[in-house]
Nanobody, 115 residues
């Protein structure tokens, strides 16, 4: 399993970013996917999840209404559209999936929200 995130960067408050996660080494369309994040000095936290078909999504209260998770099963890619970004969204964002035996994490992409 390989998960490679991209799309992070520095953005001003109120701005937008779109993160991508390229998946390989497994049947992407058969796995629910998640985004998690870890801010400096804090524990990792759940951000959003999406089912295999993409029809059902769920979000942390802190990002609901601002972030949108989606997937393209033909392209083996997971996305996170982030709008109305706030300084407290600053974190390393990880693409995550799990099977019966373990959880797999990508290396993460840094998102910094600052003026």
């Amino acid at each position: 399993v390989q998960l490679v995130e991209s799309g992070g960067g520095l953005v001003q408050p109120g701005g937008s970013l779109r993160l991508s996660c390229a998946a390989s080494g497994f049947t992407f369309s058969s796995y629910a996917m998640r985004w998690h994040r870890q801010a400096p000095g804090k524990e990792r936290e759940f951000v959003a999840t999406i089912t295999t078909s993409g029809r059902i999504t769920n979000y942390a209260d802190s990002v609901k209404g601002r972030f949108t998770i989606s997937r393209d099963n033909a392209a083996n890619t997971l996305y996170l559209q982030m709008n109305s970004l706030k300084p407290e969204d600053t974190a390393v964002y990880h693409c995550v999936t799990s099977d019966a035996s373990r959880t797999y994490w990508g290396q993460g992409t840094q998102v910094t929200v600052s003026s």
